[in-house]
């Protein structure tokens, strides 16, 4: 993992205000959140390294600017984060607790990493100015996740009622392949005892 402090700056603005959790915070706010050595950093994974471990303590959250990570829960991927701006390992510093999942570079990964825990060092006027900002800004990125769950689930219910009735219509041509099956095998066995029963032709009578 490489990384380097940054400094806030009109291009660094201008890379948050595009992500979806930024989008909407005034320039102002920015610089007064990210105002403070070593509190937001640039960090690049190669493929394969691990950027957050499940059971562990740490404060970092992260922004991703390019790449895929895969999230890990008990080492199974539960999800696959590939778009500009998402945050990934908020939960954890958030609610003080260890992290719930791993979550690992599936390609080469480049984010921003925002340490929290600077904000318990601030005087109290200006961790309440800051933790309020951050505030705002997850409860949104919670807001989204929910739409895009309550999305998925819609589509999933749409897609299982689909299927349901594809199997239902497919149910029902079985059952009439199997009752024609039973009619044939019917008239089979109709055939071959009228075949039986059938007298025998009687023989030519010799001159």
């Not at 930024?22 to 920015?30: D, K, N, R, S």
């Not at 080469?108 to 961790?127: G, H, I, N, W």
């Not at 997850?138 to 219910?157: I, K, M, P, T, Y």
Request: with cysteine.
């Amino acid at each position: 993992m490489d990384e380097r402090n940054i400094v806030i700056s009109e291009r660094v603005t201008a890379l948050l205000h595009r992500m979806p959790a930024f989008a909407h915070v005034p320039e102002p706010e920015i610089h007064e959140l990210f105002s403070g050595e070593g509190l937001i950093r640039f960090r690049e994974y190669r493929a394969g390294e691990t950027i957050i471990r499940e059971g562990e303590n740490d404060s970092w959250v992260y922004h991703l600017i390019s790449g895929q990570v895969r999230v890990l829960s008990q080492e199974a991927e539960v999800a696959t984060l590939g778009r500009y701006g998402e945050i990934f390992g908020e939960m954890g510093p958030l609610k003080g607790r260890p992290r719930n999942a791993t979550v690992v570079a599936g390609t080469e990964v480049t984010c921003l990493a925002v340490d929290l825990s600077l904000l318990d060092r601030l005087p109290p006027e200006a961790r309440q100015r800051k933790s309020r900002i951050f505030e705002e800004v997850f409860n949104d990125v919670v807001h989204q996740r929910l739409a895009r769950a309550n999305c998925d689930a819609s589509a999933l219910r749409r897609d299982l009622a689909m299927a349901g009735s594809a199997l239902a219509g497919l149910t029902d041509r079985v059952r009439e392949l199997e009752r024609r099956v039973a009619d044939l095998t019917q008239e089979n066995q109709l055939l071959r005892q009228s075949l039986t029963e059938r007298p025998p032709e009687s023989g030519a009578t010799e001159g």
